[in-house]
């Protein structure tokens, strides 16, 4: 069977953190998944952000974190592996960016954004080829999955912003081809025709 790439993008905000709110959304009265869910990033039309003034503390314990609804799979497709992608931007060398995938009530937390350079766009992956919850390779009743993001700031370095414009999920599996349930029936009168034996 060959092997394909599903891109999910979110639908719908996914259960609450319990102890840290939801980012901030911009352009505001938007939804947390409406301004992230877009094909191509549009980096400051659309984004979700986290943002604070200094205060001298140097742990990143104040944080803000979004968790999402993606659709189902296909039912073609048995799938081997998940990545979430992401796209973030921070404005001081104190802000973070990380994945993570909520199943059971339990995070799992994926690499953070590689940001090399403050004020600049940086693409974040990383890949569970395990399901994390249970060690076992991943099927389809592992899905639909809930999955987002933390932006973290520790006030370090005075105000910092944290911003994510884009995010989603990467489904890679094995694709077989959809079958007809059942062959089509033929109504029509096939008296009609004859066979003529050729000697």
């Excluded at 029936?185 to 004859?194: A, G, K, R, Y």
Aim: glycine content about 8%; hydrophobic content about 35%.
């Amino acid at each position: 069977m060959p092997e394909t790439t599903l891109i999910l993008r979110p639908i719908g905000l996914g259960d609450p953190d319990p102890t840290f709110p939801r980012c901030t959304p911009f352009p505001g009265g938007s939804q947390n998944w409406e301004t992230i869910d877009e094909e191509v990033a549009d980096d400051f039309a659309t984004y979700n952000q986290h943002a604070g003034a200094g205060t001298g503390e140097t742990a990143y314990s104040y944080l803000k974190i979004d968790t999402l609804q993606f659709p189902p799979l296909p039912s073609n497709l048995a799938p081997t592996k998940v990545a979430a992608r992401m796209r973030a931007y921070r404005t001081a060398g104190s802000g973070r960016a990380t994945s993570h995938l909520l199943i059971g009530g339990n995070k799992y937390t994926g690499a953070q954004v590689p940001f090399f350079f403050i004020n600049n766009w940086t693409d974040g992956f990383f890949e569970w080829t395990l399901n994390p919850a249970t060690g076992l390779p991943w099927s389809r009743s592992d899905f639909p999955l809930q999955a987002g993001y933390t932006l973290a700031i520790s006030f370090e370095f005075g105000l910092c912003r944290v911003y994510c414009t884009q995010f989603q999920l990467e489904v890679t599996g094995d694709q077989s081809p959809i079958w007809p349930s059942a062959l089509p029936v033929v109504t029509e009168d096939l008296s009609i025709f004859t066979t003529e034996l050729i000697h």
